[in-house]
T-cell receptor, first 114, second 113 residues
Framework: DAGVIQSPRHEVTEMGQEVTLRCKPI?????LFWYRQTMMRGLELLIY????????DSGMPEDRFSAKMPNASFSTLKIQPSEPRDSAVYFC????????????FGSGTRLTVV | DAKTTQPNSMESNEEEPVHLPCNHS???????IHWYRQLPSQGPEYVIH???SNVNNRMASLAIAEDRKSSTLILHRATLRDAAVYYC??????????????FGTGTRLTIIP
C-alpha cells in the first residue's frame, strides 16, 4: 500500500490566492483527518470525516477554510483567500475505524503564503 | 479528554533502552493511552496504545501503572532512527464515534551515537 498520499508536497502562493490541498487516504479506511502543524501551535486537528461525512469541523479556524470529501478515495482542504498566517504544514491522516485502529499520516504539504 | 504531562526533552545513548514517561493523573476508567511519534520532516506515526494492561508490539512496549495515573513507553534498544518527538495522548471511549487524537507538545528524544 502506498499509504496516505498528499499533494502537493510544497506550495508557495501569494496572499489572497486560493490554495487547494489534496489527500488520498488508504483504501478501505473509513475515517479521514486534516491537521495543521506550526511551531507556535503544534499539531491541531482541523476537521475529520467518517464515511465521507464531516463529523467535527470545530477546529477549522475561519470561514476561509473549507474541506470536502466527495468520495472515499479523495479529500480536499481549500483556503480562500490565503493569508501569511496560514503558512504551516498540513497533514492528512486516515484510519480504518478510528483511534483504536491507529491513524496513518501522510507526508504533509508545506504551505508558504507570502 | 484528560490532560497528559511529558518532559520537553530527553537524551539517550544509542543501543540502550529508553523509558519515556507520561503523567495523566486525571485519567478516567474509560480513557485509552496512545503513543505516536514524529520523525523529522515526517507526519506522526502510530506507536502503541493500551487501556489497563501492559502492551508490546514490534516497535515498543507500553507499561501502565497500576493506578493508571502514569505510563511509560519503552524502546528496548534505541537506534538513531528513534530520534523523534513522542506524543502521549488520551482518548475517552465515552466519546464513542467522536474520539479524536489531540496532540500536545510531546517529548523530543535525542539519541546520542
Amino acid at each position: 500500500d502506498a499509504g496516505v498520499i498528499q499533494s502537493p508536497r510544497h506550495e508557495v502562493t501569494e496572499m489572497g490566492q486560493e490554495v487547494t490541498l489534496r489527500c488520498k487516504p488508504i483504501s478501505g479506511h473509513n475515517s479521514l483527518f486534516w491537521y495543521r502543524q506550526t511551531m507556535m501551535r503544534g499539531l491541531e486537528l482541523l476537521i475529520y470525516f467518517n464515511n465521507n461525512v464531516p463529523i467535527d469541523d470545530s477546529g477549522m479556524p475561519e470561514d476561509r477554510f473549507s474541506a470536502k470529501m466527495p468520495n472515499a478515495s479523495f479529500s480536499t482542504l481549500k483556503i480562500q483567500p490565503s493569508e501569511p498566517r496560514d503558512s504551516a504544514v498540513y497533514f492528512c491522516a486516515s484510519s480504518e475505524g478510528g483511534v483504536y485502529d491507529g491513524y496513518t499520516f501522510g507526508s504533509g504539504t508545506r504551505l508558504t503564503v507570502v | 479528554d484528560a490532560k497528559t504531562t511529558q518532559p520537553n526533552s530527553m537524551e539517550s545513548n544509542e543501543e540502550e533502552p529508553v523509558h519515556l514517561p507520561c503523567n495523566h493523573s486525571t485519567i478516567s476508567g474509560t480513557d485509552y493511552i496512545h503513543w505516536y511519534r514524529q520523525l523529522p520532516s515526517q507526519g506522526p506515526e502510530y506507536v502503541i496504545h493500551g487501556l489497563t494492561s501492559n502492551v508490546n508490539n514490534r516497535m515498543a512496549s507500553l507499561a501502565i501503572a497500576e493506578d493508571r495515573k502514569s505510563s511509560t513507553l519503552i524502546l528496548h534498544r534505541a537506534t538513531l532512527r528513534d530520534a523523534a518527538v513522542y506524543y502521549c495522548i488520551l482518548t475517552s471511549i465515552s466519546n464513542f464515534g467522536n474520539e479524536k487524537l489531540t496532540f500536545g507538545t510531546g517529548t523530543r528524544l535525542t539519541i546520542i551515537p
